[in-house]
């Protein structure tokens, strides 16, 4: 299917479009050879899905450092060391806290259109 650049956005239409689907933009029909997308051109960033599974991995690490810590894990998975209660108290909600963040700053890279 032949394409053509978009001159407001610079996105590849299709030269049957008389609008831009991206911009909303009219774009004026032009005689000519049709340009064809690059590979390089088109944006595969999953940066956004990548911190999407940090964010989850750091809340279930939280979550099960908060469960061996409090000795929910009986003799089972007992902690054969002591854990002070300021990390139960403070860095393992912080923890979870930055792996909650991290996966909504994940969300709005996904969410982001692509430049």
Known sequence: ?????????????????????FCRESVPSVPGPPVTAKP?????????NRKIRQGLL???LAAFVQYLAKGYGGSLLKVPVHIQPV???????LLFLCGMGLAIYGFFLHAKPST
């Open 40 to 48: 390089s051109a088109r944006r595969t960033d999953k940066h956004g």
């Open 58 to 60: 750091y809340m279930l």
């Open 1 to 21: 299917m032949p394409a053509r650049q978009c001159p407001f956005c610079g996105k590849m239409i299709s030269d049957l479009h008389s609008q831009c689907p």
């Open 87 to 93: 990390v139960t108290a403070y860095l393992v909600p």
